[in-house]
């Protein structure tokens, strides 16, 4: 059964850090992009970070650039999120989600191109 797994969520205050790890089970991930996407209450799912396949490039969105830094690790199919300088409009629940296209050139960065989707981990950051 192909799973992704995410821990690391929590409450902290704003200002602080915190690391999310997504722990991928039954099949490889080594050759897929690997995403995390986020969702506040009331708000649409939107895209966080990627990595791509083979970890060479990185991409992030504009509110989370120079305090989130997305990471993996292949050989123990896992990937991070590493997240600094906290703000209470971070809070949302995080999922951790890989492309359904091997090998891709590239990265994307919209919902409908992950086919593999953990089931979150809530971050709350309070002010």
């Known amino acids: 059964q192909v799973q992704l797994v995410e821990s690391g969520g929590g409450l902290v205050q704003a200002g602080g850090s915190l690391r999310l790890s997504c722990a991928a089970s039954?099949?490889?991930?080594?050759?897929?992009?690997m995403a995390w996407f986020r969702q506040a209450p009331g708000k649409e799912r939107e895209f966080v970070a990627v990595?791509?396949?083979?970890?060479?490039?990185?991409y992030l969105q504009d509110s989370v650039k120079g305090r989130f830094t997305i990471s993996r690790d292949k050989a123990e199919n896992m990937v991070y999120l590493q997240m600094n300088n906290l703000k209470p409009e971070d809070t949302a629940v995080y999922y951790c989600?890989?492309?359904?296209?091997?090998?891709?050139?590239?990265?994307?960065?919209?919902?409908?191109?992950?086919?593999?989707w953990g089931q979150g981990t809530q971050v709350t950051v309070s002010s």
């Open positions: 989600a890989a492309d359904k296209t091997p090998l891709r050139i590239g990265v994307v960065t919209t919902a409908r191109d992950y086919s593999v």
């Open positions: 039954g099949r490889t991930f080594s050759t897929y992009a």
């Open positions: 990595i791509s396949w083979s970890g060479s490039m990185t």
